[in-house]
């Protein structure tokens, strides 16, 4: 059980345009989802924290209007990188708590791999 | 400022041997504590949470926490070359149940 399921795995896009990654929970409701993104032999860095059905919240430097995220529903999640740059090339991942499952309630996405060119 | 701190490593254990991977975190707050193992290119998977004090087996694998000292550690037995990875420790905040993650510690099985 406990499954999140993130896609695309991975994605080439020109600079200037749009990505959305979306994270969707199979099985449970995910009442909070997190996203993070991990520069290669980094830790991972939250950027912010989103419960569904309202605004989320954005870690310290993470722009709010540049990485926009919707959570409009207990099973799904999306992030979509505006006017992307190639400084925004990362690996990017969602997490979602499933509150029935107490201290195993934090589960990953596979991860989406972004590369702008 | 709420840290957990790890080791970069890479720690290097011979094939067969026990591999000792440490944690210590700054928040007296926290009482879950995670360790996640990530493979290259992938994303991290959970190996074990603890939340009481002392140990926790499960397979080759033992979460042992000290909340007196603020330590949390796992001790990997019978070490197999596919448990190269880097191992992530994580603990818990009270708000909006977000994790505080280490930078993580590589760790290299020999054959």
């Known amino acids: 059980g406990a499954v999140v399921s993130q896609h695309p795995s991975w994605v080439i896009c020109k600079s200037g345009t749009s990505v959305k990654i979306e994270c969707r929970s199979l099985d449970f409701q995910a009442t909070t989802m997190f996203w993070y993104r991990q520069f290669p032999k980094q830790s991972l860095m939250l950027m912010a924290t989103s419960n569904e059905g309202s605004k989320a919240t954005y870690e310290q430097g993470v722009e709010k209007d540049k990485f926009l995220i919707n959570h409009a529903s207990l099973t799904l999640s999306t992030l979509t990188v505006t006017s992307a740059h190639p400084e925004d090339s990362s690996f990017y991942i969602c997490s979602a708590r499933d509150s029935r499952r107490g201290g195993y309630g934090y589960t990953f996405g596979s991860g989406t791999r972004l590369t702008v060119v | ?111």
């Open chain 2, 1 to 111: 400022q709420k840290e957990v701190e790890q080791n970069s490593g890479p720690l290097s254990v011979p094939e067969g041997a026990i591999a000792s991977l440490n944690c210590t975190y700054s928040d007296r707050g926290s009482q879950s504590f995670f360790w996640y193992r990530q493979y290259s290119g992938k994303s991290p998977e959970l190996i074990m949470f603890i939340y009481s004090n002392g140990d926790k087996e499960d397979g080759r694998f033992t979460a042992q926490l000290n909340k007196a000292s603020q330590y949390v550690s796992l001790l990997i037995r019978d070490s197999q070359p596919s448990d190269s990875a880097t191992y992530l420790c994580a603990a818990d905040m009270d708000s909006n149940y977000q994790l505080i993650w280490g930078a993580g510690t590589k760790l290299i099985i020999k054959p």
